[in-house]
């Protein structure tokens, strides 16, 4: 919702959607990337303080023929210009972003009607969360074991837990020295989401061991 945007729309002189000879389907569109517009919690809304500077960016047509994709799939397959691609889709959150994969590269994508993209604009971007204190699973799998309790100080590399992903087992070690374990939010056995925090260090733990 905060990050960059793209119209897309059919070309001009062209049908969103043709039939090519060989009995596919080929789309070709203009997408432009529009500037970033940004509201500052500070500046007053009625005014065009705070909104980023107008950046140009040219148009350039997109030509997707031969998709083929079901919400059912998780892969969509599909040609660009001419070359075959495949696209995973993850699906979409509780807010309608959807997680693609393509190339090992990943991107939120969200959908929005050009008034709701307008009603957007309007959106306070949330400010960022400082998660140095957290662990969070890097994938959805069930949480086996941990290997620290509260209060433990632990050092570069020590296993903290392990999570069980597609059957097989994740080591989770830490990336920090000195550190103490404030709580383990997460329950042996219970299933986790990626990105969902089980573990929390103690700041105060940790000032107390420089101190030392």
């Known amino acids: 919702m905060f990050g960059d945007a793209y119209p897309v729309r059919p070309s001009a002189g062209l049908s969103s959607l043709s039939t090519v000879p060989d009995g596919g389907n080929v789309v070709k569109a203009s997408v432009t990337k529009l500037p970033k517009r940004r509201v500052s919690r500070e500046a007053d809304?009625?005014?065009?303080?705070?909104?980023?500077?107008?950046?140009v960016d040219v148009p350039h047509c997109v030509e997707i023929s031969s998709l083929e994709y079901h919400p059912s799939k998780v892969f969509a397959h599909l040609k660009i210009a001419g070359d075959?691609?495949?696209?995973?889709?993850?699906g979409e959150?509780?807010?309608g972003t959807l997680k693609l994969t393509m190339y090992g590269a990943?991107?939120?994508?969200l959908i929005m009607s050009p008034a709701e993209y307008q009603l957007a604009c309007h959106m306070l971007e949330p400010a960022p969360l400082d998660l140095g204190d957290f662990v969070l699973s890097p994938m959805p799998g069930t949480l086996v074991s941990f290997a620290v309790e509260e209060g433990d100080v632990v050092e570069m590399g020590?296993?903290?837990?392990v999570v069980e992903a597609m059957k097989m087992q994740n080591i989770i070690r830490s990336?920090?020295?000195?550190?103490?374990?404030?709580?383990?939010?997460?329950?042996?056995?219970?299933?986790?989401r990626a990105d969902e925090i089980f573990l929390e260090f103690d700041k105060s733990g940790e000032h107390r061991l420089r101190a030392m």
Not at 84 to 89: E, H, K, M, P, Y
Not at 158 to 161: G, V
Not at 175 to 192: C, E, F, I, M
């Open 93 to 95: 959150d509780e807010i």
């Open 175 to 192: 990336r920090r020295a000195g550190p103490t374990v404030g709580k383990l939010h997460g329950k042996v056995g219970a299933s986790l």
């Open 158 to 161: 020590q296993e903290l837990c």
């Open 84 to 90: 075959s691609r495949v696209l995973q889709v993850h």
């Open 45 to 55: 809304k009625e005014n065009d303080e705070g909104l980023g500077e107008d950046v």
């Open 106 to 109: 990943d991107a939120d994508v």
